[in-house]
């Protein structure tokens, strides 16, 4: 008898967190449905010079024509410049909106 009534108060606890872990799991899925996502990156708008090369509404990673990297952002976006090639290695520094800046050790800028 009590060895029955230890088996029926499982089954209760155990139903009752099956709920209750369902019942998160809807709480998830609803607050995730309502959060709106992000809109995506749009190209920088303006003009970039890197080094001889003029980009007009720049998106991604460029490269000079000569060294040291000389960096003209005239976008309304950060640009980064990168110590390696293709926009990797270490960050050198970041060219504001309406900066110029000459880097000796820089080899790529990426503006998104």
């Known amino acids: ?5 230890l088996v029926t108060a499982l089954r ?3 139903a009752r967190r099956l ?3 369902g019942l998160a799991a809807a709480a998830l ?3 995730s449905a309502a ?3 992000a809109p995506q990156a749009a190209a920088a708008q303006g003009v970039l010079w890197v080094s001889g090369n003029e980009f007009r509404d720049p998106s991604g990673c460029y490269h000079g024509n000569y060294l040291p ?5 005239r ?4 640009a980064v410049v990168y110590d390696g090639t293709d926009c990797r290695g270490s960050v050198v520094s970041t060219v504001g909106p309406a900066s110029d800046q000459v880097h000796e050790f ?3 800028v990426r503006i998104e």
């Open 1 to 5: 008898m009590a060895a029955q009534r």
């Open 12 to 14: 209760l606890v155990t």
């Open 19 to 21: 709920v209750a872990v």
């Open 29 to 31: 899925v609803a607050v």
């Open 35 to 37: 959060v709106p996502t």
């Open 69 to 73: 990297l000389v960096v003209k952002n």
């Open 75 to 78: 976008t309304n976006r950060f």
């Open 106 to 108: 820089g080899m790529s």
